[in-house]
């Protein structure tokens, strides 16, 4: 039954109207017009968990049809060995890039220089900072630089509601502050969490109230 309930949940959106954007109206206004191809290159630096991964998914998601793209999380995966001129790249984690991919990424980068295309990256750190070739960190930092801001407390509110409703049910602002007050605080972990409640109450067929919330966290301690 459990397994049946996971098939049939909605995916979680990544969306620029699923995020809360706090701090970064102007970041996330650049990003729009990097996906109309007004800019074209962009790098965004922040901590872990403030929603990098989740801008760049979503960026990805606003690319015409048409162009060619590539969405790479240098955490997880390798660069292509090849890319159009007039492509669309977007690499995520670029902290995580080894020697041999320091060299694609910029190989790329002129690529995409010379033949129209654009790039988005995302780091911890501004790109002169970051422990990478002296040549590819100033290839970063040629385009927008942006840091993207934390979230307030009330924007992690808003944004757990918000997501609580693409999930299909309603969280009281109470039961929101609750998580934010003893559960890890940052976004990708909660909304992990607020899916979990979600299968929880669908599986045993429960509203989403305190008790079920503290039963989720409690198989959950991490």
């Known amino acids: 039954m459990k397994q049946l309930i996971l098939d049939f949940l909605p995916p979680a959106p990544r969306t620029f109207d699923d995020f809360v954007r706090g701090d970064n109206a102007e970041l996330l206004f650049q990003l729009g017009e990097w996906a109309q191809g007004e800019v074209r290159a962009l790098y965004i630096w922040g901590e872990s968990g403030a929603g990098k991964s989740h801008l ?10 048409a162009l060619p793209s590539y969405y790479i999380n240098a955490r997880q995966s390798m660069l292509p060995q090849q890319i159009e001129g007039n492509a669309a790249l977007l690499v995520d984690n670029v902290e995580y890039l080894d020697a041999e991919q320091q060299i694609t990424l910029f190989d790329h980068y002129n690529t995409l220089r010379e033949g129209g295309g654009r790039i988005l990256a995302s780091g911890n750190l501004p790109p002169m ?10 290839r970063l930092g040629w385009g927008l630089v942006y840091q993207l801001k934390s979230l307030s407390d009330d924007d992690k509110i808003a944004a757990l509601l ?6 299909g049910f309603e969280l009281h602002r109470e039961l929101a502050e609750y998580l934010l007050q003893h559960a890890s605080r940052d976004l990708p972990n909660l909304y992990q969490l607020l899916e979990e409640i979600n299968t929880a109450s669908l599986s045993r067929q429960r509203a989403v109230t305190l008790g079920l919330i503290r039963e989720t966290l409690k198989s959950n301690p991490g």
Not at 56 to 65: H, I, K, P
Not at 162 to 167: C, V
């Open 56 to 65: 760049l998914s979503a960026s990805e998601a606003r690319l015409e049809d």
């Open 129 to 138: 900072l970051l422990a990478l070739r002296d040549d590819l960190r100033t």
């Open 162 to 167: 918000r997501r609580a409703r693409h999930l």
